[in-house]
């Protein structure tokens, strides 16, 4: 049975919210006072093993979620209140998530991550995400290398390696080094696993459309105006930044370009071997070059 330490009248300050009154709106320390004030002496039972302080965000969650304990959203705005890691914005996002959960405005779970605005907030928000998924598109992988086995699968993942961790590093670095920097490349990056994951999944179980030489040189066409096109709009950061330095994008954009074409290449070769004889290997290299140049290109194209 899990045991529970007593914090802090276990009466709850404020019993009932009602739909019809508006719920108060956060955005300074005056509003975020005026929220916490009735929830400051509220006991709250904290399981065993936790540390109330240091693990502030995980049990503000189990008592908002219900989550190995009883639902109790007075306990998480206790907790919350007294959260001094988290950034103002990101207590004050949390503290209107819960009370839209208790007046029944809202169904979905408390999620730190929804709020996160610092740095420290994206480093764990960024953990989390990878630690929850990285085990399973790993999993996806294997179950398809059971499938397909063999070297040119193996030189397609190292060369989709080395291609999605500098095409995450680009997207990421267009923050400036931001506070959420750290969150913005791992999402980036297990993002691009997915897609990844996704078309070894189709193009290992069908073929990708046919494609003439014609339209396979006019994809590459498309992609290098595309590429220019991204390149040209990276605009040089303010001078009046404090932090203003030379923009590292267009290095980065090219570093991920350059990664993408032995990508590429790895794929031609993987899928040349997997629909052997289906086709003459001229007609199979020129439908998976194409199919990925398009892809690319769509990647790249301005927002």
């Known amino acids: 049975m899990r045991s529970f330490l007593l914090l802090a009248v276990l009466s709850d300050p404020i019993a009932s919210l009602q739909a019809d009154v508006p719920l108060p709106e956060i955005a300074d320390e005056r509003a975020e006072k005026a929220v916490c004030e009735p929830y400051k002496d509220y006991r709250v039972a904290v399981p065993e093993g936790y540390d109330p302080v240091h693990e502030a965000i995980d049990l503000a969650e189990m008592f908002a979620n219900g989550n190995e304990v009883e639902q109790d959203f007075s306990a998480a705005i206790h907790i919350i209140c007294g959260e001094n890691f988290m950034a ?10 819960v009370l839209a959960m208790k007046r029944g405005q809202t169904d979905e779970p408390l999620d730190f991550c929804n709020h996160s605005t610092s740095r420290d907030g994206g480093i764990r928000c960024a953990a989390q995400r990878d630690g929850e998924q990285g085990p399973e598109l790993e999993a996806r992988f294997e179950s398809i290398r059971e499938r397909w086995p063999g070297k040119t699968l193996d030189t397609l993942r190292q060369r989709a390696d080395a291609f999605l961790d500098a095409d995450a590093f680009w997207e990421a ?7 959420m920097y750290a969150y ?5 990056r297990l993002d691009r696993e997915e897609k990844f ?12 459309p046919a494609a003439s030489e014609a339209e396979r040189e006019r994809a590459d066409a498309e992609l290098n105006a595309a590429y ?3 390149l040209a709009a990276i605009e040089p950061c303010d001078p009046d930044y404090q932090n203003c330095s030379r923009p590292l ?11 993408w074409i032995p990508y590429r290449d790895a794929w031609i070769a993987f899928y040349q071997h997997r629909w052997r004889g289906a086709a003459p290997p001229a007609a199979l290299r020129r439908e998976i070059a194409t199919a990925l140049t398009r892809l690319r290109t769509a990647e790249l194209a301005l927002p």
């Open 173 to 179: 670095e267009q923050s400036r080094e931001g506070t």
């Open 88 to 97: 103002p914005a990101e207590r004050w996002g949390m503290l209107e998530h």
């Open 228 to 230: 220019r096109k991204r």
């Open 197 to 208: 994951l996704g078309l070894l999944d189709l193009y290992a179980g069908e073929r990708a």
């Open 249 to 259: 994008e267009p290095e980065n954009l090219r570093n991920a370009q350059r990664a």
């Open 184 to 188: 913005a490349e791992t999402h980036a």
